[in-house]
């Protein structure tokens, strides 16, 4: 059984950065795919950036480019979300997801794990 766990939300002014860490327990992050998801109130729960495998190709959606990077740390099995250049329509529940090692996570029926959400708020 995997178990993801998100933390490292909070509340953050426009324009600045924020650090989101999942770690798995049950299995190591290598042998996934995985990605970040938000969800803000009253809206389906989107993609923001994935990365198929350690070294692999990373890929964002539209609003996340230029400014959220993926990255894994293999040794502690971690996955972090970089955010920079905060706004406020960056606010929600950010979740970790892992799926099939080499898929391209974008939609929520591709992920297997989620993890539980940490709160991103972004003020004005």
């Known amino acids: 059984q995997v178990q993801l766990v998100d933390s490292g939300g909070g509340l953050v002014q426009a324009g600045g950065s924020l650090r989101l860490s999942c770690t798995a327990s049950?299995?190591?992050?290598?042998?996934?795919?995985v990605a970040w998801f938000r969800q803000s109130p009253g809206k389906v729960r989107e993609f923001v950036v994935g990365?198929?495998?350690?070294?692999?190709?990373?890929y964002y959606a539209d609003s996340a480019k230029g400014r959220f990077t993926i990255s894994r740390d293999n040794a502690k099995n971690m996955v972090y979300l970089e955010m920079s250049s905060l706004k406020p329509e960056d606010t929600g529940v950010y979740y970790c997801a892992a799926g099939r090692w080499g898929r391209i996570l974008t939609i929520p029926d591709d992920v297997d794990y989620w993890g539980q959400g940490t709160q991103v708020t972004v003020s004005s």
């Open positions: 049950g299995r190591a992050f290598s042998d996934f795919a």
């Open positions: 990365n198929r495998r350690s070294g692999g190709t990373t």
